[in-house]
């Protein structure tokens, strides 16, 4: 699933990747294989597809199929894909803009049919080792994370393998990020330029940059006010440690949580953390670690 605001470029983007599927050529970088694409453009005419291809490319290419009407699921589109697929063996790719042309009106919970939906083109993908790529929608409302912005519930998420957020980096930026979640890759993200009609691939965080980015505000006070310090250990009680980084809106055993959760990234940075008690009292234990001499903290065990 590609999920973006309205008007912000999926369609461009998925008809960009669509062509370089079909014609076997990389895109941004990442090898693609080449084989048959099919492009349900059920909120375009043919008119407006025709030019954004016009756009986008010189010639025709056989292996790439528009199509601007399609059944609704559970009314005859997996049949109908299904035929197509039969039509033509080297199909390689399914992409559907939108998932809400496809939905059929349901009377069940949002969640139940979010999943049933979802649920029923991953069967198909499955089915017909193809990938199928399905655009939606954001919601305005803003989130810390960025996944939860998309529009409808989670079982959208929990039924697709991987899901993309198409997000402006913020208001009158150039740049616009990808952020991308799923089942067996790692969480990534790419910060893109809409030029010319085609996304271009700017830069590509590291993993280093995104898992620091997961940890809590509040661990990364603890590893600053350790490594800023002149002695090298500081012990007290969590909300001691709380007050000492001006962290008090924090309750006491959620900070503890987020230290006892992330103390491997913390040591990678430098700073040891253990608990103890000491007549009753439940003290935490932090230290600063020696660096060695690649830069990286010495682990003794």
Same mark, same amino acid.
């Given at each position: ?51 954004? +291809?016009?756009? &986008?490319? *010189? $010639?025709?290419?056989?292996? #790439? ?8 699921? =559970?009314? @005859? ?43 029923? +083109?991953?069967? &198909?993908? *499955? $089915?017909?080792?193809?990938? #199928? ?8 409302? =803003?989130? @810390? ?46 910060? &893109? ?109």
């Amino acid at each position: 699933m590609l999920a973006g605001d309205p008007k912000i470029g999926k369609s461009w983007l998925a008809l960009d990747l669509a062509l370089r599927v079909s014609l076997g050529e990389p895109f941004w970088g990442f090898a693609t294989a080449k084989g048959g694409v099919l492009y349900l453009c059920l909120e375009d005419t043919f008119n407006r597809v025709q030019a954004r +291809l016009q756009r &986008l490319v *010189d $010639e025709a290419n056989d292996n #790439l199929c528009c199509a601007v009407t399609a059944n609704r699921i =559970g009314t @005859g589109l997996t049949e109908q894909l299904r035929d197509f697929a039969r039509e033509h063996p080297n199909l390689r790719m399914v992409i559907v803009d939108t998932f809400q042309t496809i939905r059929t009106p349901s009377n069940q919970a949002i969640y139940s049919a979010d999943y049933d939906d979802m649920g029923a +083109l991953k069967s &198909l993908a *499955d $089915e017909l080792k193809i990938a #199928l790529l399905v655009l939606h929608h954001t919601r305005k409302m =803003g989130d @810390g994370d960025v996944f939860n912005t998309i529009s409808g519930s989670n079982g959208l998420m929990g039924c697709a393998d991987e899901t993309m957020v198409l997000k402006r980096k913020s208001r009158g930026s150039s740049n616009t990020i990808l952020s991308i979640t799923g089942r067996d890759i790692k969480d990534q993200e790419f910060t &893109l330029r809409f030029v010319n009609c085609r996304w271009e691939l700017v830069e590509k965080a590291s993993d280093e940059e995104l898992e620091a980015r997961a940890i809590p505000e509040s661990v990364h006070a603890v590893i600053r006010f350790i490594l800023d310090r002149p002695a090298d250990t500081w012990e007290g009680t969590a909300s001691e440690l709380l007050a000492a980084i001006g962290c008090e809106r924090i309750k006491a055993n959620v900070r503890s949580k987020y230290l006892n959760e992330h103390s491997d990234f913390m040591r990678s940075r430098g700073v040891a953390f253990s608990k103890k008690t000491v007549r009753g009292v439940k003290l935490n234990h932090l230290e600063r670690m020696p660096m060695g001499d690649d830069g990286g903290a010495n682990f003794a065990i």
